[in-house]
């Protein structure tokens, strides 16, 4: 049987629809099982610190229960972690959550850039009530090293990897998913993460232009109109940091995020050649 045969077999449900995306692991639409809307992602067990995932599935659920936009990790086949053996036997763990329905928000709109600014906003507003967790701090700060380690007054739980393809508008509500980079780290270094995915795209399809309005909307999204003070230097001091670890990561892969450490040699050509053309904002 094929991973999807294993799968639908696992969950005891009709059957997947695989989705795009899932740079971290292989994403599935669940089809039936207990009539929930379900997104199913499997995991190289290898690759995956089972204690850690563990907290960021309690973490997840217990932001849920402040944010109902948060997409909660849901249970099927009555298990929150199923360990799954493909015939050539390689071992996976496969978690389940709510699957968002809707569109996903345009950084090329103004008004979805200031949206997706203050849903981050609020859901640090929302994380900064959880209790405090043994998760390390975000991949990226970890791979910071001398001045690149920025730090702030505060730190606090991170959503880790917030950019559009992880928000779905749902019924007026941006729900929000994949808390699988979770982890503590300076506020802004967060909203830098976010600015980082749409410069990255922006300059690979030469439309840099998109990203400075991206920007200014997001930024203003994220303030409100009482909200925290952003220091433009700092946040570009994070861009600076956020590129530094993967170039960090591309030279030494064995200890790189799974997304960078399975690349094809096409994406990782794409990722090298962004990393060379970037010219830091500070000095």
Known sequence: MDLAECLVAALAVDGVEELNGGHQSRVFRVVGGNGLPAVAKVLNASMVNRDELDLRLDVTAALADLDPRVCRPVLLADQRVIDLTTADGQMHLVVCFEFALGAEPDPGSAADAEEMGAALSQLHLSMSRLAATPLPVVNALRAGTGDDAIP????????????????????GVLRMFDFDDCG????????????YMVLFDATTHGTVDAYKSFRRSFVDGYVGDSGPFLQPEFLDRFIDLRVHALAAWLDDLDNAPIGVRTASSSWNATLRSFVSGYRPATH
């Open 152 to 171: 702030s007054g505060t730190h606090q739980l991170l959503h880790g990897d917030f950019n559009a393809s992880n928000l779905r508008h749902a019924d």
């Open 184 to 195: 503590y780290g300076p506020p802004e270094f967060d909203v830098a993460n976010a600015l």
